[in-house]
């Protein structure tokens, strides 16, 4: 039985950790070959190992905030596979000094900025060209429940860059809706990633604050977030562009949480 995306090409940054990584396999598993951005060259190269190999697999080194580097992970993809049908531009970071913004200095904010939000304009801007001469292509932009609600502990750059992406998502998925292109947002709740493990292990109290408002009583798997992306990749969702597509265990729907 075929894959749900079988035989298209998709890119993932972040490819190597996280939701990011759960992502690559739930796509290669679904019959995807798959291009995964990243800075971990070690762990690129076993992922493709894993995958079966470049046939299946390819790994680019690339830093998100580069035009240059973006623009050629794109064209290494459309040049090795010869489409460029799914792009999940998911690499994202949270850093410790990303706090109150009485605390938070004009570097922290810029860095955030730059990885976060501006890098999902360059992988989009690098994208479509290559899905409006196919006529057709999705887009799945990793954005974030703080993006519609303010969050339990301040990240004042994080919460912003996500508000940014979500903006610019559901405009994109506007202007090229005619053109064959869905353009989507993932907003997912706290999820069980290093990310996450290392604000615990840097601080619990305040990593513990975020699981009392969760319905569901515990955080995300990076899988269940992989099969979100995977449906919106897919034809499941062929009338689904300009979303908000919360994953998030009932965070965002709750008043107040029994314990």
Not at 31 to 44: H, L, R, T
Not at 243 to 254: I, K, Y
Request: net charge negative; proline share 4%; charged share 20%.
């Amino acid at each position: 039985m075929a894959g749900r995306i079988e035989g298209r090409v998709a890119v993932v940054t972040g490819g190597c950790s996280g939701i990011g990584l759960a992502t690559v396999r739930r796509f290669a598993a679904e019959g995807a070959k798959v291009v995964v951005g990243d800075i971990d060259d070690e762990g690129g190269a076993r992922v493709v190992e894993e995958l079966g190999g470049p046939d299946h697999a390819t790994y680019v080194h690339v830093d998100v905030t580069s035009k240059e580097e973006v623009d050629a992970l794109f064209s290494t993809t459309h040049d090795t596979y010869g489409s460029v049908d799914i792009a999940f531009n998911n690499a994202g970071i949270s850093p410790p000094d990303d706090d109150s913004i009485l605390d938070t200095e004009l570097e922290a904010w810029r860095r955030v900025q730059e990885v976060n939000l501006t890098s999902v304009y360059l992988c989009c801007k690098a994208a479509l060209p290559y899905m409006l001469e196919q006529k057709r292509g999705s887009i799945i932009n990793t954005a974030s429940f703080v993006a519609l609600m303010g969050a339990a502990t301040s990240q004042i750059s994080y919460s912003a860059s996500k508000g940014g992406v979500l903006s610019m998502t559901r405009e994109l998925g506007v202007q090229f809706a005619r053109e064959g292109i869905r353009v989507n947002a993932l907003c997912p709740g706290p999820v069980n990633t290093p990310l996450l493990k290392e604000l615990f292990a840097k601080d619990p109290e305040r990593a513990a604050r975020r699981l009392v408002h969760i319905p569901m009583g515990r955080f995300g798997e990076p899988e269940e977030l992989a099969a979100a992306v995977l449906f919106l990749a897919s034809d499941d969702a062929s009338f689904i562009t300009a979303n908000t597509f919360l994953v998030d265990g009932g965070l965002s729907g709750a008043y107040v949480t029994p314990l």
